[in-house]
Structures are given as structure tokens and as C-alpha cells.
């Protein structure tokens, strides 16, 4: 009797496992890229995957972080690095690149020109969208410590997190789609 | 064909690129009771392979697709 009881107990157990790690119907991307380009391309598969009944986490890394930064909040009491970071990387997603036909910028306008007359949601429209849809957003953590963000000078976001990469891999080990950006 | 189809709410999405028409007929779809038709328009040529491949996932039905010129009509009715 005792015998069958622990062999129901492992196999409860077995089970809750199970659950646990079976693929929800959901999105996980890494987003490391800070292209304009490259962010358009993940915003637009994280509301595409809302709009087809999954959900949708992206977590921002490395050179994805400054993205998320809010043009308009300055934090002071930075040190030496931490200011030159600052100054050198992009501050938002008005402020981001093309990854490719750079051309001193002016590739970059040209596209965004195009974007307009061919009526594609700019990148600021798009984390709106995301945000109204849920969209989920991770900020990793590492990265922003290591370019000396501050919490407080990203972006207002209904659905944002900080986090590092236990985070990033429990949702991803949970998702059916993952993608690296 | 189907010209009985009794639609409940109709969509503009002219102009829209992706991935705004699934997102708008998303939305749109919820906004019907169950059974119900929505009537979307779109002209991003895209939709031909992006809507019937949300309905498949999502279940909804694609009762009607239509073609006048760059204007492409669905009739998508609510499955759940």
C-alpha cells in the first residue's frame, strides 16, 4: 500500500514537472541588436504573434538596452564611464540607426521617409502597439549596469521588467517560438 | 458565391502594411458575437498569405476572399 502510494506521489510530481516545462503558446525573443531595422523587425513579430492568440516577451540586451532609454529623462550621479556611455550611445528608439546603407545618416532618413509614404509604423509606434497589445519587455539587467543605466531614464512601459538571462530562459524554455535578434 | 453573407462589422484597412492588418482584424474579430461575419479590405498584397495563415492558428474562418483590383476583400466569421 505504502509502495503505491509513492509511486503515485513520483509520478504527481513527474507530472507537475511536465507542466511546467511543456511549451506555452508564446513568443520569447532576444532582442541584442539596437538597429532600427532589427528592433522594427522584432516589434512587428511580437504584435504579429498577439494578433495571431499568442503572447509575447522580448528581452533587451547588449545593444538593444539603450533603445529603451527615454529621451526625455536625464538621472544624474553617474561615474566618468558611465556619463561617456551615455553620451556615445543612443538615447531611445528616435535616436537608433539602419544597420545597413548607413551613409552618414542619411540612409537612415531615407528609409524613415519611405516608411512614412508607405505607411510602415515608425519604431515609436510600434512600442506603443506592443505595449497596448501586452507585449512584455525584459531589460537585462547586466547590460544596463555594464553601460551604466539607471532604472529610472527607461522608457515608461505598462508591461516592463528587469531581469537577466534565468529570466530569459525560463521563458524561453516555456515558449514555442524563440528568436534572436 | 455568398452573396447572402450577413456581415456585422466592416474593416478599412487600406493602405495598412504588416503587421497592422492581422492586428486590426485580431481586434476586430472580438469586437463580434460567435458566428458572426466581419468584412476587412486591405491592400498590402502580403494579407493574401497572412490572413488565411492567422486563421488557420487562431481558428477563426475565412468564409471569402475577393479581388477587385488592388483591393482585396475577406469575410472572416467568428469560430470562437
Redesign the interface.
Known amino acids: 500500500m505504502q509502495q503505491v502510494e509513492e509511486k503515485i506521489d513520483a509520478l504527481k510530481f513527474q507530472l507537475e514537472s511536465m507542466q511546467r516545462r511543456s511549451p506555452e503558446n508564446k513568443l520569447a525573443m532576444v532582442v541584442f541588436s539596437g538597429d532600427l531595422d532589427k528592433v522594427l523587425a522584432a516589434l512587428?513579430?511580437a504584435?504579429?504573434a498577439?494578433?495571431?492568440?499568442m503572447s509575447a516577451v522580448l528581452f533587451f540586451t547588449f545593444w538593444g538596452t539603450p533603445v529603451l532609454r527615454d529621451k526625455n529623462k536625464n538621472v544624474g550621479g553617474k561615474d566618468l564611464m558611465g556619463n561617456m556611455f551615455g553620451a556615445m550611445l543612443p538615447k531611445g528608439a528616435t535616436d537608433v540607426h539602419l544597420s545597413q546603407m548607413k551613409m552618414g545618416g542619411l540612409g537612415t532618413a531615407m528609409m524613415k521617409s519611405l516608411m512614412k509614404k508607405?505607411?510602415?509604423?515608425s519604431l515609436e509606434e510600434m512600442f506603443a502597439?506592443a505595449e497596448e497589445?501586452g507585449v512584455r519587455i525584459v531589460i537585462c539587467e547586466m547590460s544596463m549596469d555594464l553601460m551604466g543605466f539607471k532604472r529610472e531614464e527607461m522608457i515608461d512601459y505598462k508591461h516592463l521588467e528587469f531581469g537577466g538571462v534565468a529570466k530569459f530562459l525560463e521563458e524561453a524554455s516555456t515558449s514555442k517560438v524563440q528568436l534572436f535578434i | 458565391m455568398n452573396q447572402e453573407i450577413k456581415v456585422r462589422k466592416t474593416l478599412d484597412l487600406k493602405?495598412?502594411?504588416?503587421?497592422?492588418p492581422?492586428?486590426k482584424?485580431?481586434k476586430g474579430i472580438k469586437e463580434v458575437e460567435v458566428g458572426e461575419v466581419i468584412e476587412a479590405h486591405t491592400t498590402d498584397p502580403g494579407s493574401l498569405t497572412d490572413v488565411p495563415a492567422?486563421g488557420r492558428?487562431?481558428g477563426h474562418d475565412i468564409v471569402d476572399t475577393r479581388q477587385d483590383g488592388e483591393v482585396i476583400y475577406f469575410f472572416i466569421r467568428r469560430t470562437s
Open positions: 512587428i513579430m504584435s504579429g498577439v494578433a495571431m492568440g508607405k505607411n510602415v509604423a502597439l497589445l | 493602405g495598412l502594411a504588416c503587421p497592422m492581422v492586428v482584424i485580431s492567422w492558428t487562431t
